[in-house]
């Protein structure tokens, strides 16, 4: 399935860096999601976007700042990142349901990342 | 606010038998979906199968059934005739009819397939 790809796979970056996360979905959906996966926690919403605005910030630290340029593309931009943010980030997409029925979510492989 | 629970860390399987996986869930709303998502090493969370709340009759998707019971609130995925390529971590996720892009994800049940 390479429908929703994100990259890097793996990254590794200090606490003073600044970087990030690309996610591109080739299903034509227009809506995009991050997640983040902890060990031991289960998937955590981060933030949604519907044709490129943000639409739902689920009390997101500020050094995560989010990016939709287009509904294909979402990024994460990292800086200042602590230790404890070392973690799975995945990206989804889904077509922006109409009210009352749902949107299936659709998963990228995600981006292991490890804050030193 | 809505929660989901799976009680098993972890699940063993010998190939081509049957395994139940179990999800209980909370909530307060009558309107809603489940789903279950399989996560095998590749870390791609792949979705399973999906059920409506409103629907009584149960989803399947080949092998992979579901129990689902509004009342007891538990939404079970049955897998049958195991495969090897079925080892992975399963997700049993919930989302309401009213915030339908908010998944709340349960804490992963690991499944191995014994050969």
């Known amino acids: 399935e390479t429908g929703v790809t994100q990259t890097p796979r793996h990254l590794v970056m200090g606490m003073t860096n600044k970087k990030s996360l690309k996610c591109e979905q080739h299903?034509?959906?227009?809506?995009m999601y991050w997640y983040k996966q902890s060990a031991k926690k289960p998937l955590e919403l981060m933030f949604v976007y519907n044709f490129k605005e943000q639409t739902e910030n689920n009390s997101v630290p500020s050094r995560f700042s989010p990016e939709c340029p287009n509904s294909s593309h979402l990024f994460l931009h990292l800086h200042t990142l602590q230790p404890e943010d070392s973690a799975l980030y995945l990206c989804?997409?889904?077509?922006?349901?109409?009210?009352?029925?749902?949107?299936?979510?659709?998963f990228g492989p995600g981006t292991r990342l490890t804050v030193l | 606010a809505q929660t989901v629970t799976q009680s098993q860390p972890e699940m063993s399987v010998q190939e081509a038998e049957t395994v139940t996986l179990s999800c209980t869930y909370d909530?307060?709303?009558?309107?809603?979906?489940l789903f279950w998502y399989k996560q095998p090493p590749s870390r791609q969370m792949i979705l399973v199968i999906r059920?409506?709340?409103?629907?009584?009759q149960n989803a399947t998707e080949n092998r992979f059934s579901v129990n689902f019971q509004k009342a007891a609130k538990s939404f079970s995925l049955k897998i049958s005739d195991s495969q090897l390529g079925d080892a992975a971590m399963y997700f049993c996720a919930y989302s309401s009819r009213q915030g339908a892009q908010k998944l709340v994800f349960g804490q992963g049940t690991r499944l191995t397939i014994n050969p």
């Open positions: 299903l034509g959906h227009n809506a």
């Open positions: 909530t307060s709303e009558s309107d809603y979906y």
């Open positions: 059920q409506e709340a409103y629907k009584q």
């Open positions: 989804a997409s889904s077509y922006r349901a109409l009210p009352g029925d749902t949107d299936t979510q659709y």
